[in-house]
């Protein structure tokens, strides 16, 4: 397996040739120093950089965003997947990360790659009262403002977020907030980002992702809220019929698509996959 020393720049969940969700990715022999990880992940700017080195049969992982350690990033592992296939050739390559076993599946084509990562469990409990409250008042909604076939629900598929389901494709587009308000909430209820979506159809849904938590207004592409988006929808019998389309980053000028595929066991893992593309590499 070969290593490298620079940090390659990977656009995540693109859309054709645009858009997509840019992740830092280096790979080394071993991994940096923590303080050195943060550093680097900090003089990137990116939502989230992740770090690999090999470790027995796959690759020990670490994401790190300019504001503190991530448990799970799903944009970066489709990232690091397709550096692992152009470095390594295409396949699947496990990652132990800091709570867990995960893989990702890269395949390398022309001057792109696409990749699928295969989430940790997923679980899903209803939002409190109060966290249901806080949330609508950072962002200016109320509760007449919900899609009540989707109750709001703190989902998990590696990490935790808030999912408010809207009414109308209009609220979704006019999302603002505060980000020190923001990052303020998703603190105190140990949130990794806020998962506001608006179903289309039961198949294709819109999605923003406030990642203040993480010193970002907002992500452009969010696997792992989409790997836990799709297990609540799973857990409420939503008529996903195995798989639903993500659009994301529209409102911010980054387009991107997220495929993700439901097995019908609960709690099991969700595949979330997508296009990737170089940066100035």
Request: net charge negative; charged share 20%.
């Given at each position: 397996m070969q290593t490298i020393t620079k940090v390659h720049k990977v656009a995540a969940f693109t859309n054709g040739d645009a858009g997509g969700n840019p992740a830092g990715v280096m790979i080394r022999a071993s991994l940096p120093e923590e303080p050195a990880m943060q550093r680097i992940a900090a003089?990137?700017?990116?939502?989230?950089?992740?770090?690999?080195?090999?470790?027995?049969?796959?690759?020990?992982?670490?994401?790190?965003?300019p504001d503190g350690e991530v448990a799970f990033c799903g944009h970066a592992t489709i990232a690091l997947g397709a550096v692992l296939a152009q470095q390594n050739g295409d396949g699947i390559f496990p990652l132990t990360t800091n709570h867990t076993r995960v893989t990702v599946e890269g395949r390398a084509h022309g001057g792109g790659a696409s990749a699928a990562l295969q989430s940790p469990a997923?679980?899903?409990?209803?939002?409190?009262?109060?966290l249901v409250q806080e949330a609508l008042t950072l962002f200016g909604y109320?509760?007449?403002?919900?899609?009540d076939r989707?109750?709001?629900?703190?989902?998990?598929?590696?990490?935790?977020?808030?999912?408010?389901?809207?009414?109308?494709?209009?609220?979704?587009?006019?999302?603002?907030y505060e980000l020190g308000a923001g990052r303020s909430l998703m603190q105190r209820y140990g949130l990794t980002t806020i998962s506001l979506v608006y179903a289309e159809t039961p198949q294709r849904f819109h999605a923003r992702n406030p990642f203040a938590s993480?010193?970002?207004?907002?992500?452009?592409?969010?696997?792992?809220?989409?790997?836990?988006?799709?297990?609540?929808?799973?857990d409420l019998d939503w008529p996903h019929g195995g798989a639903i389309d993500i659009i994301q980053g529209e409102d911010m000028g980054a387009p991107c698509h997220l495929h993700v595929q439901?097995?019908?066991?609960?709690?099991?893992?969700i595949r979330v996959s997508g296009k990737a593309r170089m940066i100035g590499d």
């Open positions: 003089e990137m700017g990116y939502s989230e950089t992740v770090f690999a080195a090999p470790h027995e049969d796959g690759w020990r992982v670490r994401y790190f965003s997923t679980s899903s409990s209803p939002a409190s009262p109060a109320t509760l007449a403002d919900l899609d989707i109750p709001p629900a703190v989902a998990n598929g590696g990490v935790h977020h808030l999912v408010l389901a809207l009414a109308s494709r209009d609220k979704l587009r006019a999302m603002r993480g010193g970002v207004y907002e992500d452009p592409a969010t696997g792992a809220a989409a790997a836990a988006l799709a297990g609540y929808l799973r439901i097995p019908q066991e609960p709690g099991s893992s």
